[in-house]
T-cell receptor
Framework: AQSVTQLGSHVSVSEGALVLLRCNYS??????LFWYVQYPNQGLQLLLK??????LVKGINGFEAEFKKSETSFHLTKPSAHMSDAAEYFC??????????FGDGTTLTVKP | DTGVSQNPRHKITKRGQNVTFRCDPI?????LYWYRQTLGQGPEFLTY????????KSRLLSDRFSAERPKGSFSTLEIQRTEQGDSAMYLC???????????FGDGTRLSIL
């Protein structure tokens, strides 16, 4: 069985500050890992994915994530937060069949 | 790429009524997934299709729920005898295959009166 834990349901940063959203996963097979962003009343948009090619994954809008097998982590970072980054972020793990298990999400607030 | 389309965007109905949602995936995508999302939670897997074949159903999907994907194109999700606990956002996603990321629609928000 696979699972995802996102540490911190709410994260608040100042504009221009580092963004760090934490995700730990559990999977019995080599995982496919994803980060998605969701704006109010919209579906999820893919930020980036890990599929074993490289441990540091770069995504859209300046986000990146590092896969650490020893820590079973896949934390999302962005060097400098922008007001438009305020949204809900979901980490997900997918099995070989494509079925995804999502974390409960982290709401990012960006203060001016 | 016109994206995944879901209709209706909002559905308000009385408890006990039947509702049906439609999802039109990206045209070349063979995989289609249904998820349910409640407030403050991540999406929960309901079921998925490979072309017209329904490959897996979650235990969350009681026998009041049925999903179809005739001809491997659009999909419908029907809920019979709706209950208060069915109130949620129902999300559809599609992908080329099981290894590729899923593209999500904007969801159908169901409210049960």
């Amino acid at each position: 069985a696979q699972s995802v834990t996102q540490l911190g349901s709410h994260v608040s940063v100042s504009e221009g500050a580092l963004v760090l959203l934490r995700c730990n996963y559990s999977s019995s097979v080599p995982p496919y890992l994803f980060w998605y962003v969701q704006y109010p009343n919209q579906g999820l948009q893919l930020l980036l994915k890990y599929t074993s090619a490289a441990t540091l994954v770069k995504g859209i809008n300046g986000f990146e994530a590092e896969f650490k097998k020893s820590e079973t982590s896949f934390h999302l970072t962005k060097p400098s937060a922008h007001m438009s980054d305020a949204a809900e972020y979901f980490c997900a793990v997918s099995d070989q069949g494509g079925k995804s298990t999502f974390g409960d999400g982290t709401t990012l607030t960006v203060k001016p | 790429d016109t994206g995944v389309s879901q209709n209706p965007r909002h559905k308000i109905t009385k408890r006990g009524q039947n509702v049906t949602f439609r999802c039109d995936p990206i045209s070349e995508h063979n995989r289609l997934y249904w998820y349910r999302q409640t407030l403050g939670q991540g999406p929960e897997f309901l079921t998925y299709f490979q072309n017209e074949a329904q490959l897996e159903k979650s235990r969350l999907l009681s026998d009041r729920f049925s999903a179809e994907r005739p001809k491997g194109s659009f999909s419908t999700l029907e809920i019979q005898r709706t209950e208060q606990g069915d109130s949620a956002m129902y999300l559809c996603a599609s992908s080329v295959d099981s290894y590729q990321p899923q593209h999500f629609g904007d969801g159908t928000r169901l409210s049960i009166l």
